[in-house]
């Protein structure tokens, strides 16, 4: 085969693992920048899944089941209003997380997720982290 064409087929095969990717490849780039939360609320708009073991803390803080989502496999998610998380309230100007101590496993280890290479990378979604030097 022609050496152009076989780097057209790499370059296209490349090209469709970075886009299909993109999130955890520059998560991993980004792995190692420290994190402060700036409050972006961000990560309030992420679709949280529960674990039995959330459901029991978010219950235990005294919340009933009006938060929860059931799907068809009966699988529980945090409700969501307006793209937000129903525990997100914002006053005067500031967010704050209505069950923070109470808060799912997901967002307690946000912003990290494992990365395209399995290293524990960051989520650049968050503000937090400068994702700028990635297109």
């Not at 520059?26 to 992420?46: E, H, M, P, S």
């Not at 923070?100 to 967002?107: A, H, K, Q, S, T």
């Not at 997720?113 to 524990?120: A, D, N, Q, R, S």
Request: charged fraction near 30%.
């Amino acid at each position: 085969m022609n050496i152009v064409l076989v780097s057209a087929y790499i370059a296209l095969i490349l090209m469709v693992v970075y886009i299909t990717n993109r999130a955890k490849i520059v998560g991993y780039f980004i792995r190692n920048q420290k994190f402060k939360c700036t409050n972006c609320t961000k990560c309030c708009k992420l679709l949280v899944k529960l674990t039995p073991k959330d459901i029991k803390h978010i219950k235990k803080a005294g919340y009933k089941e009006e938060h929860f989502v059931e799907n068809k496999r009966k699988q529980k998610w945090l409700k969501r209003v307006n793209y937000y998380c129903t525990f997100l309230s914002i006053k005067s100007g500031k967010s704050k997380c209505d069950i923070y101590p109470d808060r799912p496993e997901i967002c307690k280890g946000f912003p990290k997720k494992p990365t395209l290479f399995g290293v524990e990378g960051n989520d650049p979604r968050c503000s937090s982290f400068d994702s700028s030097k990635f297109p």
